[in-house]
């Protein structure tokens, strides 16, 4: 019987360069840069999924002849490797043959092996997968995976399961008119706007529960915060004693995130100078109090909702205040907050919810959820619902709930801040708006 080892063929990565010295290995990649440097010598840099390799070719003492090589060409070159500072990861790799696995039939629309990433946002989107090949681009999304595993995993550390839920489905969660119809062979359904119902639903059945999945939002705008398909990060417990163990759920895996993201992707983090945030405790304020604040800068038209420049005032206040880059605004208007928020028993104009903002940008909604049936059926029947369309989302109050909640974390626009990015559309692989459905 055949085998595969991984390193049946000594195969290497970039990474791992270092620890081939004085031994012939291969390499695979695409052509990044081809560099003359006089005296018959070249260097090819070679990209692969990892990162840059230098490699070496005098051409005098070889029968390799250059010219038939150009950028993008993707490449297995076998050669020695052997220590150099002065190249990526301290070593390269001395050229003894080329072999050429694919050869690149078009000039590229626009140079990807400059250190800095020139490329407007609209040619950036219609090349993605040229312009996801650049450095600083693919830096980007090494370190939003490692922002979802590490979602996941904080939350596996401290028992949550995970769970995989429908994305057709027979309702919007989250009210509105922003959900897209899907013809259902005879009937019509809904593309889930969040996992809201059936994270729920699974609190009865585990407790914890946990979700990084695509949810659809039918914004008929195009803006920079806005996406019509993103990554939900979700979570859901039970039971609780009060919202606010929703947010210390939040502060914790968020300064899970920050401290472990350097070990997974330290390179790239330097690469994008990002400036890692320093999370503590997280301040909190009421939304009646943050109004006050923002109208002391300016006059408040509509006090249900924060709009961005209100965002913005309220977390510069809080950081010259605090220091804290992140504040949890609390007690959103009830009639913003979905049929299945929790109100306040002191005050029903008022959910027991939170907004969390992070440098002047909302990035999660959160809050205790009804767990009576008979607070949520007539909850449901004051917004106009009605509740026979509701009948297998309720079966969790008819049958028992624990006090529970939740919150929504969208990837993207944690990412775009943590990377000061200036549009979400920079923090999505292929982007998905109102102008926007290809690559
Ligand atoms: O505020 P949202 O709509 O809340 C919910 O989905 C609730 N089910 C959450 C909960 O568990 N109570 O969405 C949650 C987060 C937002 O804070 C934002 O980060 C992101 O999802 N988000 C979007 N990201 C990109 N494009 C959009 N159109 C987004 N809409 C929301
Ligand atoms: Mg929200």
């Known amino acids: 019987m055949k085998t595969v080892s991984a390193n049946q063929h000594l195969n290497v990565h970039a990474c791992s360069l270092n620890e081939y010295d004085r031994q012939k290995i291969t390499i695979s990649g695409a052509i990044y840069r081809i560099r003359k440097l006089g005296g018959g010598l070249f260097f090819i840099v070679i990209r692969d999924g990892e990162s840059l390799i230098q490699c070496k070719l005098e051409s005098n003492e070889s029968i390799i002849s250059i010219e038939e090589y150009s950028e993008g060409d993707y490449v297995s070159i076998t050669g020695i490797c052997q220590k150099e500072n002065r190249a990526p990861h301290g070593a390269e790799i001395k050229v003894q043959s080329i072999e050429i696995l694919s050869k690149s039939t078009e000039e590229m629309p626009f140079s990807i092996n400059q250190k800095l990433f020139e490329v407007g946002l609209d040619s950036n989107l219609n090349f993605r997968p040229i312009s996801l090949r650049h450095p600083k681009q693919r830096a980007i999304f090494a370190i939003q995976s490692a922002i979802s595993m590490l979602f996941r995993q904080g939350l596996s550390l401290i028992d949550f399961t995970e769970i995989h839920t429908p994305k057709l489905v027979f309702a919007g969660a989250e009210g509105g008119a922003n959900v897209f119809k899907v013809k259902y062979f005879e009937r019509e359904l809904f593309l889930a706007q969040s996992p809201q119902f059936y994270k729920q639903m699974m609190v009865g059945v585990f407790g914890k529960v946990m979700e990084v999945g695509p949810v659809f939002r039918a914004e008929p705008h195009e803006t920079s915060r806005h996406l019509n398909e993103y990554t939900s990060m979700d979570l859901e417990v039970g039971p609780i004693k009060s919202f606010e163990d929703i947010m210390e759920i939040e502060t914790y895996l968020l300064r899970y995130i920050f ?99 992070f440098r002047g940008l909302e990035i999660t909604t959160g809050g205790q959820r009804i767990h009576d049936y008979k607070m949520q059926v007539e909850k449901m029947k004051r917004l106009g619902y009605n509740p026979d369309d509701f009948v297998s989302y309720l079966q969790i109050h008819k049958y028992g709930m624990p006090p529970h909640g939740g919150f929504g974390l969208g990837l993207e626009r944690l990412t775009m801040q943590l990377l000061n990015l200036s549009s979400i559309k920079e923090a999505c692989l292929f982007p998905r708006t109102i102008n926007r459905i290809t690559p």
Request: hydrophobic share 35%.
């Open 259 to 357: 401290e472990e993201l350097p070990k997974f992707c330290s390179a790239e983090l330097k690469l994008l100078e990002v400036s890692m945030p320093q999370i503590n405790n997280i301040p909190i304020i009421k939304m009646s109090e943050a109004l006050e604040i923002i109208s002391k800068n300016r006059k408040i038209k509509d006090r249900s909702d924060l709009d961005p420049q209100g965002e913005q005032i309220i977390c510069q206040y809080i950081f010259k205040e605090t220091g804290s880059e992140f504040v949890f605004v609390t007690h959103y208007p009830t009639i913003k907050r979905p049929v299945y928020a929790m109100e306040d028993p002191e005050n029903n104009e008022v959910t027991l919810s939170f907004d969390l903002l």
